[in-house]
């Protein structure tokens, strides 16, 4: 089934110049971009976003990461998007994450692991609701679709 998806690219992926290569994967992927935007977290933005770790010890070094660079928010849509996303970023904690996923190969940290994306179809809605306008969500094809999955 068709899919819609949100991830942002995370702090450290900008700060340390791996955003190309992130975009680059989920492109190669066979997932359609149909938004992209540099933006500045608002503290609204990531209380919503983090609502659910609001009572965990680690929020506020999560809300102040989150925050202390440019991030870029992307929405995602394909066949089977949500998981498709989440097998290709790789296991939360870096360290665990399987080489060949983005944070299996670029990181070993479990609060600095470079990128999020949604992990239900609900939460993806929630979660591009919180970063995205309807009209900021392009409608087109790519060409090579019907090769792809
Ligand atoms: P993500 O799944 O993108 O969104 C929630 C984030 O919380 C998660 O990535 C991790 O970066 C972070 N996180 C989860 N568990 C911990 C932890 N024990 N300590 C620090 N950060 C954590």
Known sequence: MIERTFSMIKPDSVLRGLAGEIISRIERKGLKIVGLKMIAVSEEQASR????????????????????????????EGESAVSVMRRLIGS??????????????????KSMNLIHASDSVENAQNELSIFFTEAELMKYERLDAKWVC
């Open 49 to 76: 976003l983090y609502a659910v770790h609001k009572e965990k010890p680690f929020y506020k070094e999560l809300v102040s990461f989150i925050r202390s660079a440019p991030v870029i928010v992307i929405a995602i």
């Open 92 to 109: 939360t904690d870096s360290k665990e994450a399987a080489p060949g996923t983005v944070r299996g190969d670029f990181s070993c940290s």
